[in-house]
């Protein structure tokens, strides 16, 4: 199997992506969590493949090496990082196919860019025009990732013909009248997460968002293997992100099929707390609860998050039949 993979700019949003399945099956699109990446939906992407089905998954790339200054000898003269800065390949147009087994090696990108839900999602739009995808997408998306796939369908609705959201609170729903609920201005929130870790060190940070991740060891391990490669500011970056992605909007309504999932354990997202909300909002919102699954539900319990998720994509975006000819 052949898959294109590259990494994206517009604007100072920066998207590291890879497609594979089936050339001419349906896309859905695969946002990962929050300081997660695209490894965290490797339990989903044979199934998907072998149902007919084209997937792309996307996380954010690498931030670019800090540099440092050194005193003594050279006093305040820039060192660059031990890490040497990857190459950022030119994807104005689709980069060439390379093997699905050698992705791992594929060169990480290191793009400084303004990271914004919205900046994203208008990346992630346009990468998908410019990968001459469907012109109808499934957008699947897990914390931030589902973030951002709710974004797309505020901008582009006529570009998805499904979303699936995974442990995220919407961004959409009008607040609550009570001082707890009002809103937080987005050129506050960078601060605002800042001084939520300014105590805590990165290992401390990484340890309880590994321990909240999931219920079985395996999960957490993965958890904070993806984690590893996030300093404390990238970390930061992130949280304050999806804070200031929310916007209330009264008299919205996401009139796409909508299936909303988190785990039986998920004592992390606002999804338990808000679907209520969205099920009496939205007409074509559907929730379920994967048994023994915590946060990262789709790892706890891979084979029901996969039973789950293509009994929506047969039944809302279904892969079209192949006619044969006639004799």
């Known amino acids: 199997m052949q898959e294109a993979a590259g990494v994206f700019e517009r604007s100072g949003s920066a998207l590291r992506y890879r497609m594979a399945g089936p050339g001419d099956g349906p896309v859905v699109v695969l946002g990962a969590g929050r300081w997660l990446d695209h490894r965290m939906w490797d339990p989903q992407l044979p199934a998907l493949w072998e149902a007919g089905y084209r ?3 996307w996380d954010l790339p690498s931030p670019r ?3 440092r200054r050194t005193f003594g000898r050279g006093l305040f003269t820039r060192r660059e990082s031990e890490r040497p800065p990857d190459a950022v390949p030119d994807v104005s147009v689709p980069v060439e196919s390379v093997p699905i087994d050698h992705v791992r090696t594929y060169p990480m990108p290191v793009v400084k860019e303004n990271l914004t839900v919205r900046g994203l999602a208008e990346a992630l739009l346009e990468l998908v025009d410019r990968l001459r995808a469907h012109r109808q997408l499934v957008l699947v998306g897990h914390s931030f990732g ?3 796939a709710q974004e797309a369908a505020f901008l582009r609705p006529e570009r ?3 979303l699936v959201v995974v442990a995220a609170r919407c961004l959409t729903l009008p607040r609550r009248p009570w001082p707890m609920s009002w809103p937080v201005p987005a050129h506050r929130s960078a601060g605002l997460a800042a001084l939520a870790f300014a105590t805590r060190s990165v290992a401390r940070i990484r340890q309880g968002a590994a321990r909240a991740a999931g219920i079985d060891a395996a999960t957490q391990t993965h958890a904070y ?3 590893e490669r996030l300093d404390k500011s990238r970390l930061t970056q992130v949280w304050g992100a999806g804070v200031a992605a929310v916007h209330p909007e009264p008299g919205y309504r996401i009139n796409q099929p909508l299936l909303l999932v988190r785990g039986e ?3 992390t997202s606002r999804l338990g ?3 209520r909300r969205w099920l009496d909002r939205d ?3 559907e929730y379920e609860v994967v048994e023994r699954a915590g946060y990262l539900a789709n790892l706890d319990n891979p084979r029901a998050f996969n039973r789950l998720l293509l009994e929506f994509l047969t039944a809302r975006h279904p892969v079209p039949r192949v006619r044969t000819p006639r004799p």
């Open 146 to 148: 589902a973030q951002v």
């Open 55 to 57: 997937t792309l998954t």
């Open 160 to 162: 998805v013909a499904g």
């Open 65 to 67: 090496p800090c540099e």
């Open 265 to 267: 354990f998920d004592r």
């Open 273 to 275: 707390r808000q679907a």
């Open 225 to 227: 293997t993806a984690m």
């Open 283 to 285: 007409p074509r919102a």
